[in-house]
Structure formats: C-alpha cells, structure tokens
C-alpha cells in the first residue's frame, strides 16, 4: 500500500511543509472547504500543505494536468468534494499521485501553481463536504467500560458489545467545523432525588474525543458492502468532538438512545486526511485473548494484517481566565486510535450489511476513544468519575464540567519509524452561554 | 383556522376530485413529486386533486397568477419543494388560496390549466423533497405500553415517558416512496437460549403504523422555535412505514437505541397533506387525568385548544398468494392520530429546545400510532403479542411476522361533521427475500 507518495526523502516547494512539527508535509495532502477568509465568496475545495491552501480551482485552471487528473479535479474545482468521492479510490490515489508530483520541491508546475496558494491563517474553514448520513460508533472499549461501570458496577460492558459494532443515527444539520462556537444546550433532566424534571440550561456539558471517518463511493440500497469493498471504500479521516449535556442524557435516553443530549452540535476538524496518506501507520488488528473473534461478515485477511491505525489522539482546554492569563490550552489526555475495538472497515461492513445504502460523504464517528487507563478519558465524564472529583488546572481552576468560554482543543498525529509524520490539524470549540430568553 | 378553502359547497372542475371516497377533493390539494412513468424526465413538483396531478412547472408557465403567487410558484416550477417550505406559512397558505380558486368549478383558469394535468396512474412519485435529517419519535403511549409489557410486564412505561417526547435519530438515505420494495435485512442476532449471535436473514420483520411530519422554515442553530412558531411552522403530513427487524433490534438496541433494525428502509406515501388541509380535523389536546401536564416550553393555549389531528389509521396486508387468488389487502387493525401522547407542534418545539437547528423538509415520525385495545397494534409485535399469537387471515394463512412478497398498506383519513373528507393516499410497501450471495 505505499508507494512513492509515501517516500521520506521528498520534500515540497512550499518551505512550510517541511516546518517540524507541521501536521501538513507532502506526504498528507489532506482535504478541505474553505474561503478567504471574510470574502463572502462561494467556498472552495483546497488541499492542505504546510501552512497553505492549494486552491483546487485554480490550480484546475492553471493546467498542466493530464486528461484523466483534469477530470478528477473537476468537482473539486467547483467545490463539490462528494462528487469526487463518488469517484472511488482510483481518482483517489490518482490525484494524490499528481498532487504530490506537482507539489514536490523541483516540479516544473511550482511555476504555475505557486499563485495559487492561500495562507491558511487568511482563509475561513467549512465543513468539507455535504453530510447526508452522519451514525456515530461506540467503538472505544475502554469509554464503553469505564461509563459502563457507573451504572453497572458489577457488569460494566454489555452481551452485546464484543459482537456488535454498537451505533446510532446522529444529527447532521448542527454540525459545525473548527472554531464552532456552541450555545449552552437548554433542556430537561432530573436529579436523582427530584419528583419531577426540570427545564433549564445544562449543568453537565462534556466534550467527547471522536474520529469522524468520510465514505467513499458507498453501495447501492439492499447491497451490502462487505470487508473488502468497504476496506477500499472509505475516504478519510478527521477530528470530531461529539459535545455531551450528560444531564439530559441521563434523563432522556431510554430506550431510543441519546438524542437532544447530542444535537446541539457536533465539531470537525476541517481537513479529511485521506486513507492513502494514513497508509504508513496501519496496524494489525487483534483482540484481546479470550475475546470472541469478529463474525465472518466482519473479517478478513487484509483487516487483521492492517485492519488498526496509530494515530496519536489528545484533548486540551484553555478556559476562559487562561486567556486572560495568556496561558496556553491545558492537555488533558491522550490516547490512541489504535485502541478501538471495532476497525473502519467493519464499521461501513456492518453498518451496510442490512442493506443500508452509504453515501458519498456520509460521516460515521468512532466513538469516543479514551485509553486503558483512569488518565486517559476521552471526556470529563471518565476523568472526573462522573463529576465526583474535578481536575485542578495549572492555573489551580477545578473542572468537573465545561464552564462558558471554555475551548475545547482535539489533535491528531501519527508517527512510524521510517515515514514522515502528518497531523489532522486541531479541531477547536467554545462553549457561549446559554441563550438568556429560554433559561426561565 | 378555516377559511373559504374548507368550504364544502366547493367543487373541482377536476371532475374525480367530486367521486366518492376519494382522497384528494379541492379542499385537500397536498403536494408531491413525480414524473410521467417510464419519462426518465427530471422529477417535477404538483398537486394532487382527484385522479389527475396538476404540474406546477406547468401551470406557472400558463400564467394568470398574480406577482406573489408567481413568486411562490417558482420553486416549485424547479422541482424544489424545499425552497417553497422555507418561504414559510404565508407562501404556503397564500398558494393553497390561489390553488383553491384556479381549481374551482367554474373558474377562467380551467381553459389554461387543463392541459397541465397529468392522470395520477400514468405518473411516477418520488420521496417529495431532499430530507436532511429525519427523527423518530415514539408519541404512541399504547404502543410503548405494550411493547414495554413485552420486556417490563410490572413497569411498562419508563419514567421519562410522560415528561419527554422521546425520540431519536433515523437513516435518511433509504428512505423510499410507496410502492418500495424492500429486500428482507440480513442481521446479526441472538436467540435468548443461543451462547453466541447468529449472521442471516431477519427472521421477525414486522412494520410499523406511523405519520411523518415535514418540517416548514425550520430555526437557526442555538435559536429554539418555542411552541407558537412550531404551531405555524410544520408544513404538512404523511404516512411513514418504519418496517423493524425485530430479533435485529433485540440484540443491538442496547445502550444507543435501534440502529441496522431500522436503517434498512422505510416507505413514505407520496402526498404531503398540509397543515392547513387538515384544519378541520383539529381537536383539543388532554392528558388523561392524573398524568402530567406538558412543562411550559410544551404548552400553549393554542395546543391545549386544538393541538390534536383527528386522522382514522389503517393497516392492511396483501401476502402474495392474496394476489394469486385476486384477494384484495385485508385491513388488519384501525387506530386514530388523535391518540398520540404529544402533538406535532410539541415535536418540534422539544427537538430545537436545545438549540437543534430544524431545516425546511426534515422529517419527523410519530412513532408507531396504536389504538388503545389490542387488536389497535399498531405492529405485528403487537398484534401477535411478540410473535407468539399467531394472525389468521381470512384466506387461512397464518402470520406472527412479514414473509416474503407481502405487501403492507397504510392509509389514512380524516372526516368531520361539515367538512369535506379528505385522505393521505396509500403507503405500500412490499417485501422481497434476502439478498442469496449475504445469507450463507
């Protein structure tokens, strides 16, 4: 699966990408919607290299592109990034070969394609492409085990959960991009000890630290993917913060699940880092022993040879004094994706097996991904025991849950003996109060 | 509410809008999408009155509307029922007048519109606009009642339910029209003496009797509707199949609600009816005595006056040896929307109570509508008591859950002392078997 796209020695014209510690080298290309920035303009489709924005529609029109790149890049270059996943994995992997041909330090088209850069920090960030679908996973054991226990002290992970890739349908429409400003969630729960519910703003606001995984083509209603289509299928990945008012959850979610706890808004990181550019850091996939082995439909050679991925995940506040005090956000945790129990692949076989049709485009989070240990919870919920014992900030702030102002702060690496590190770029939201007129 | 619309001495030059027991009289006048069968043309946007369709791309090039109309027309001229919803109550209200009248006997517009019909057995119809996203609820306190007693025969009812619509989060893309044909899910199970989960056909697929709501303007994000814009925004209704793979559901369903047991497909009859059609058919909303009354953000005068849809329900089947013997459906249950536990204004006024931004045609499901006896399931799970109870039909087959070529009916229809009866038009759907190569 690695070619020479992959290769360390390559270097890009464009200085920032060989910046150490950039997330956006040659070797990710990942992409994204975005507008100079207060333009008013109709977005458009870019790809990320170091600190810049290669404009697809201009790079479209200054040529040099051979017949077939110069039709992959037709949607991209009127800012249609579903019609491009359409295309399938060939356009794919084709139009990163000619990106990173193109972009390489010594290409001839430096000469044309160098107008066609835009500063990331002069542009405006979208969500990258139209979400038709979005189904989040449960696929982070460790969250799903220490959420689990309390409630079920005794028997923290359900009979289900080793077998099935657990989910459900999310909201869509309020899904924002990185720098997603979010109301506090007005709504109705019930403490323990009370008669009745109560209206009002939430009182337990928590982030969730999620991958959010882009279709590819998809299938056709009543034909299920299966492993090995759905290994080539999906596009690529991104940073989602799946924001939690665990009050109305508590309250809300049976037995249809967790519903208004959830859709007031969900964060992405704005660049989808393609599947061929994650391509160095896949792993075997392996359960744990003594631990049931996937279903058939859920197996195959290629997803226990390279089914995982390594992809460094951290979570980091800054609240709203941090600011004032020109500190810097906090890092909270870490974990790593590679923790999940369930792989990408398994999640568009399962999740078309029924017959279900995917669409280009559609977005299936991962669930949260926490680590194995106390330290590494993927949201306060885990790292506070339920709100029982708050972190202490540098600062000496205490958190047991989100205050206004605070920025929540995902990141994403990826790093492998051998191959040049990428990043996912940061996925920022700010808690704003709740809106006054409603909280009566 | 009403006005001269409803009036019952109106009458169509559309000579079928008069005939007996149709669904579609001049006071109706719901809106669809469809093209003339076999066309392959671009889907168009009309009205159904009678047996005929009135093409609105048509009829707007006939002319004789005034400016306003003209401008309200021109969405749907594009086949984009959508923008028409987002224009909001008055557009919606402002056509249906001059639909009305254009559509009256005796009206100068017949000589220019006649030739803008379309016979509704020659057209195909399509889902009627782009569905963003689409929530089920589940309003149906008998249904969940007896569903409950199936798994909690002392505590049937969850504590929340009187407090909370609850609802969740549905699969838009296979959403279909009447007249789908659905393959039979493949699925993971487990029987409850089974030690580990089987892979194969759905063994206990059953439908459900549900409305779907489409949603008007809808609200910004973080900018809740509260129930007087809710009232006037919603824009109409139809029938909503949300065929269930039982033994799926039983397994997955736990922690984050149903998921593959439901995603599989679920069928739209083809006509919206809108809010105002239904005027007449308003009725007082109570809460049986002793319960709960609805929490502020959930109550208004005008949902205490008239927030109830009194609209008869039926289910009828029609297995495939039915169609060998030339037997029609036979009708298997009736209930009344009337006996939802939340009105449709409460659905939207508790969905974006969190902030949840609503879109023009988003889709919202009752939940399944039972009648409060037995024999009122709104379900095979309920009718044979979770498949224990065999149904008879009156052809001597036997039915606990669907077999494959049988074909559900859903219809619905509204009468009133001095009103005009009006109909939804028919939801079928039909059941086709497993896909072979998936359920080795």
Known sequence: MLDFTHDPARQSWVDSAQAPGTDFPLQNLPFGRFRRAGSGQALRMGVAIGDQILDLAAARVAGGWTEAEAAWLQPLARGDLNAFMAQGPVARRGLRHALSRALEAGSPAQARLAACLLPQDQAEMAVPCHIGDYTDFYTGIHHATTVGKLFRPDNPLLPNYKWVPIGYHGRCSSIGVSGQQLRRPIGQFK??????PSYGPCQRLDWELEMGVFVGQGNALGEPLGMDRAEEDWFGLCLLNDWSARDVQAWEYQPLGPFLSKSFGSTLSPWIVTQEALAPFRRPFTRPEGDPQPLPYLDSAANRAHGALDITLSVALQTAAM???????QVLMH??????YWTVAQLLAHHSSNGCNLQPGDLLGSGTLSGPTPAQGGSLLELTLGGKQPLTL???????????GDTVVLRGRCEAPGAVAIGLGPCLGTVLPARHAESA
Chains 1, 2 share one sequence.
């Open 335 to 340: 974990s790593n994706a590679g923790d999940a």
């Open 191 to 196: 403490a323990p000890d009370a008669a009745v």
């Open 394 to 404: 540098a600062n000496g702030e205490q958190r047991c849950f989100l205050q206004d």
């Open 323 to 329: 600011r004032e005090q020109g500190l810097p956000p």
